[in-house]
């Protein structure tokens, strides 16, 4: 005992002031709750969780409340709350998506947009009401309606926004993939669901260069035939040519129809969103997300896990193709001012992102595990560079957060800010764990489980384990569970992607363990895990020693297949000037071997000019380790750099 507590406190970074706790929007809810229920607060974030998660009724009712969701409830809170799936949170309930992020529109800002070329652009609430109703009363105009799919092929600009609103106050679907997605991408996922309107850009530009998208939109709705209308932004021109795209207009002109009269009332689970896996296995699933649960589930987490408070900055580094984008956008109902950034965050430098935070006194800046390891080889500390004092929150999710990351973030941005490590994914639009504004922060570890989420590490056996590594589980319903999948009649796809392991629980695929004081710590995806000697072991557990290294920029790790066995293999990126020499290679595996346990020390260590990712910024293990095995790669779409997998194709040093 007296050993754990030596080592949490020597990973202890932050712990919250009473002034912090008692000014937290959490403890404002618990105040709530404990008038209504009953409930005894005692200023223990891990005793709210477990309430919230043995009464789940009670939690999800008074949340309604407390954050006043517009809309009518009904009588009924949880229907068939034994099934998994199959439970239905308010089935009677009606209400608005946009109305809900659209409320008290006021003159103060709703949007500020930027741009890697220095574009900035900045909206009030009340503007941005009125551009999405506008917009919403031209789609209505044109016969979309409730259950249509409004796509967007479109960078991370305003135009976003305000068509999600104008597609939801309709009750539309809304689905939406960046510009760097190609043909081929684009339409393995919009081709899927048929959507009628398309909106989209003439270009983006990324890393200074300007990249027509004119011609892939053209062939894009040819190839898509339900598409009847294209709205088209300019980006790169003030009047660009749209003549070779069929069915065209330019979307100010749409903007400029009488708008919409009143919100369309949606059942709380219609359909909002349709996301998609990375599809680096297939052709990506289309995952359905309902409008109730996505705004119950993203209010929790701003007001409750992040502290977000109306008239607070927040921001998240991401693209319209990752979820991240319709987690900030949720923004908007807490009305918080949220800050869009297109392009690449390291042009001009890697202060950029950094000077925004400053100029827009962020208060919640989030971003990538990627982004703040590579800012942090970079030699930039963005404390010294810029105005933090309004930042209290950075949250940082993509892939697990190494220690030295922790480290950078107290050391070099600020050493007072709640640190949240977050995971959940595509899947549930959402987080199954991440901060809390109310407890300390520890290095290398997430700090809770989301309430309502009833979380569980499970081994082979299905029993929850402690201090142990097993599945990521929930093992009750939540209302950001999934609808569905696109056109899955019987629902079997779906069922087999989260219940196949263990009936009636959601099985999320993260290899993880729980500390004892419910804190997560991610080990990487458990389809990634490596097996030497039958013993599984994370592959986070080996890229944290490994990425501490000023010489390596990243790195990839899997498992390759020998007789009867597996050897791990390590391949690195080095940074521009170093080179994988014989003692590079014998420190990462003492560094390895000191830090995880001799098992997970690779038996090859080889350098590569690239490793693949997806447009997210995840590091593709499946696909290496399929091309390492000689199979197939089956959609190289997804990837953001397939032609990197070339430099893993008939290795001479792999050969068995």
């Given at each position: 005992?007296?050993?754990?507590q ?19 929007e959490?403890?404002?809810f618990a105040?709530?709750l404990?008038?209504r ?10 005793q709210l969780?477990?309430y919230?998660v043995n ?7 008074t949340?309604w ?8 409830r ?19 309930a009606?209400?608005?998506f ?15 947009a930027y741009?890697?070329d220095?574009?900035c652009e900045?909206i009030?609430?009340?503007?941005l009401?009125?551009?999405?109703l506008?917009l919403?009363?031209?789609?209505r ?5 409730p259950?249509d ?18 597609a939801?106050?309709?009750?539309a679907?809304?689905?939406s993939?960046?510009p ?13 669901i048929?959507?009628?309107l398309?909106?989209t850009?003439d ?14 939109v053209?062939?894009?709705c040819k190839?898509i035939?339900s598409?009847e209308?294209?709205l ?13 795209i ?7 002109k ?5 708008p919409?009269a009143e919100?369309?009332q ?5 359909p909002?969103?349709?996301l998609y896996?990375?599809g680096?296995?297939g052709?990506?699933?289309?995952i ?6 996505t705004l ?6 701003h ?6 408070k ?6 998240y580094?991401?693209t319209?193709?990752?979820?991240m984008?319709n987690?900030?956008?949720?923004g908007?109902?807490t009305?918080?001012?949220i800050?869009?950034?297109e ?9 950029t ?8 006194q ?37 892939s ?8 950078f973030?107290?050391?070099a941005?600020?050493s ?9 994914g ?6 199954f764990?991440?901060?809390s504004?109310?407890?300390?922060v520890?290095?290398g ?9 009833d979380v569980a590490i499970?081994?082979?056996?299905g029993?929850?384990i ?11 319903p939540?209302?950001?569970?999934p609808?569905g ?5 019987d629902?079997?796809?779906?069922h087999?992607?989260?219940?196949n392991t263990y ?7 993260d290899?993880?363990?729980r500390t004892k004081?419910?804190?997560?710590i991610?080990?990487?995806?458990s ?8 013993v ?11 990425e ?8 990839l790790v899997i498992?390759?297949?020998i ?5 791990i293999i ?9 080179e994988l020499?014989?003692?590079?290679k014998?420190?990462i595996k003492?560094a ?9 020390v690779?038996s090859?260590?080889l350098a590569?000019a690239?490793?693949p ?5 995840k590091?593709?293990?499946?696909a290496?380790?399929?091309v390492?095995h ?10 953001a750099?397939p032609?990197a997998?070339e430099?893993f194709r008939?290795l001479p040093d792999?050969?068995?």
């Amino acid at each position: 005992m007296k050993k754990h507590q030596e080592m949490d406190k020597a990973n202890l970074l932050w712990t919250p002031d009473d002034g912090v706790k008692n000014n937290a929007e959490v403890t404002d809810f618990a105040k709530f709750l404990n008038l209504r229920t009953g409930f005894d607060w005692d200023n223990d974030f891990q005793q709210l969780w477990s309430y919230s998660v043995n009464n789940i009724e009670q939690f999800w009712d008074t949340l309604w409340d407390w954050h006043k969701i517009i809309g009518t409830r009904g009588d009924t809170i949880v229907a068939d709350a034994d099934k998994m799936p199959g439970a239905r949170f308010f089935p009677d309930a009606t209400l608005n998506f946009a109305e809900n992020l659209l409320r008290n529109a006021d003159t103060r800002p709703a949007i500020t947009a930027y741009g890697e070329d220095g574009r900035c652009e900045t909206i009030s609430r009340a503007a941005l009401k009125e551009k999405a109703l506008r917009l919403a009363g031209w789609m209505r105009a044109q016969g979309v309606g409730p259950g249509d799919r409004v796509a967007a092929y479109i960078p991370n600009i305003p135009e976003a926004v305000i068509t999600m609103l104008a597609a939801a106050s309709i009750g539309a679907i809304y689905s939406s993939c960046s510009p760097d997605f190609g043909l081929n991408g684009v339409k393995d996922r919009f081709g899927q669901i048929e959507p009628k309107l398309l909106i989209t850009v003439d270009g983006y530009i990324y890393g200074g260069k300007a990249l027509d998208r004119r011609a892939i939109v053209a062939d894009l709705c040819k190839s898509i035939p339900s598409i009847e209308a294209v709205l088209v932004k300019s980006y790169l021109d003030e009047t660009p040519d749209i003549s070779n795209i069929q069915n065209s207009l330019d979307f100010d002109k749409a903007v400029a129809h009488p708008p919409l009269a009143e919100f369309v009332q949606m059942p709380f689970n219609a359909p909002l969103y349709i996301l998609y896996s990375s599809g680096t296995t297939g052709a990506p699933k289309c995952i359905v997300h309902g409008a109730g649960g996505t705004l119950l589930q993203h209010v929790k987490e701003h007001r409750l896990h992040s502290n977000v408070k109306s008239g607070d900055t927040i921001f998240y580094f991401t693209t319209c193709g990752w979820m991240m984008w319709n987690w900030l956008v949720s923004g908007l109902a807490t009305e918080a001012h949220i800050v869009l950034y297109e392009g690449n965050p390291f042009t001009p430098g890697p202060e950029t992102l950094w000077k925004i935070a400053g100029e827009q006194q962020i208060s919640l800046f989030g971003t990538s595990a990627k982004y703040i390891d590579a800012v942090r080889k970079s030699g930039v500390k963005p404390g010294d560079v810029s105005d933090l004092s309004a930042l209290r929150t950075i949250c940082s999710t993509g892939s697990p957060l190494s220690t030295d990351g922790f480290a950078f973030v107290y050391d070099a941005i600020k050493s007072d800010v709640q640190l949240a490590s977050i995971s959940g994914g595509t899947d549930i639009v959402s987080c199954f764990v991440l901060g809390s504004p109310i407890q300390a922060v520890y290095a290398g570890e997430i700090q809770s489980a989301g309430l309502g989420m009833d979380v569980a590490i499970l081994d082979d056996e299905g029993q929850a384990i402690t201090e142990q590594q097993g599945e990521l589980c929930c093992l009750k319903p939540f209302p950001a569970m999934p609808i569905g999948f696109w056109q899955d009649v019987d629902g079997s796809r779906y069922h087999n992607a989260y219940f196949n392991t263990y009936p009636n629980i959601w099985r999320h695929g993260d290899w993880a363990t729980r500390t004892k004081t419910g804190g997560i710590i991610i080990h990487g995806r458990s389809d990634a895990t490596l097996n030497p000697g039958g013993v599984r072991i994370g592959t986070a557990e080996i890229y944290k020693p490994v990425e501490a290294f000023d010489e390596i920029a990243e790195a990839l790790v899997i498992g390759q297949s020998i007789t009867d066995d597996v050897r791990i293999i390590l391949f690195v990126r080095m940074q521009t000037g170093a080179e994988l020499t014989k003692t590079l290679k014998q420190n990462i595996k003492s560094a390895i071997r000191a830090q995880a346990t001799p098992r997970h020390v690779p038996s090859i260590i080889l350098a590569v000019a690239d490793i693949p990712r997806t447009r997210s910024g995840k590091i593709t293990e499946l696909a290496v380790r399929d091309v390492i095995h000689g199979r197939p790669v089956k959609n190289t779409e997804a990837l953001a750099n397939p032609e990197a997998l070339e430099h893993f194709r008939d290795l001479p040093d792999l050969q068995v």
